[in-house]
């Protein structure tokens, strides 16, 4: 795993759009798994300003939605599809219909989960998957006693996740208490994962990620599993990590021909 410890949220934004710039012109159909909520947002500001300036292109790409609500009408501006519509693809040439998201209208909810896995493997798989860290170590929606192994299912946010997320919500909004989500072994199909974290309350479940046991407590501990894990982090983010020095030491003294 590489931890990269950088500055402003500007810096996180121009490392991650680099990274995600790399697939897209190194790939001729390349695919990209998608996150929402606040830290992948420097990331997409970037890679907005990137297809402005002419650099990079998303017309021969495919997305995937990480995770979705149940029980948001379709379009409902609180949906995820609509976040990242928002967020970026209504500002990039990505084509509409090649964002994808799990079904969240079907009667059937697993056999809805079972077709987006399909879907994913149809697209040769996620080339580069964004991910955040809920407060509570989770990434996506698998909340703390998820399988390591868990494939993408319906599941329940904890009371913790829908505080947290309640600030999207207006005061008469409830956040709803489903949502299907990609699991923490689809996850890890992916090439290359990429976890953001900003704020000193991640810190905690930053570290047990990162140096914690490997444990269904912290869903996001499942990054230790993949070959090429990135965790970007802003110093508030950082500050539990015992061996912040060390990760310092590291990125400072990376080979230029090596990135992230
Ligand atoms: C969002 C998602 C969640 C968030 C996490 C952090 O698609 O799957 O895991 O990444 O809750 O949210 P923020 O970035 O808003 O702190």
Redo the contacts with the bound molecule.
């Keep these: 795993m590489e931890i990269v410890i950088t500055g402003a949220p500007d810096e996180i934004g121009d490392l991650v759009a680099g990274a995600i710039a790399r697939v897209l012109q190194a790939r001729p159909d390349p695919t990209l798994g998608l996150?929402?909520?606040?830290?992948p947002l420097p990331v997409y500001r970037q890679l907005i300003d990137r297809h402005r300036r002419s650099e990079i292109s998303f017309a021969s790409a495919t997305a995937f939605l990480?995770?979705e609500y149940v029980g948001l009408p379709s379009g409902d501006p609180q949906s995820?599809r609509r976040f990242i519509e928002t967020e970026l693809t209504d500002h990039v040439d990505l084509p509409p219909d090649r964002l994808h998201g799990p079904d969240t209208d079907r009667a059937d909810l697993l056999e809805a989960c079972r077709d987006y896995e399909r879907l994913i493997r149809d697209a040769g798989g996620i080339d580069l998957q964004l991910?955040?860290?809920?407060s509570d170590g989770?990434?996506?929606?698998n909340e703390p006693t998820s399988s390591l192994a868990s494939r993408t299912r319906l599941k329940t946010l904890t009371p913790t996740?829908r505080a947290?997320n309640a600030r999207f919500f207006g005061p008469d909004e409830e956040v709803p208490l489903h949502v299907i989500?990609q699991g923490l072994g689809a996850i890890l199909e992916a090439g290359h994962l990429v976890l953001i974290a900003m704020g000193a309350h991640k810190a905690e479940a930053v570290a047990a990620a990162v140096e914690g046991p490997l444990t269904a407590m912290c869903p996001a501990s499942v990054l230790q599993l993949h070959p090429h894990a990135t965790v970007v982090l802003d110093p508030d983010a950082a500050w539990r990590l015992r061996l912040a020095d060390y990760y310092r030491q590291t990125y400072e003294h990376k080979p230029p021909w090596q990135v992230i």
């Design positions: 996150a929402t909520g606040s830290s990480l995770d995820y991910l955040g860290i809920g989770h990434i996506g929606f996740t947290d989500t």
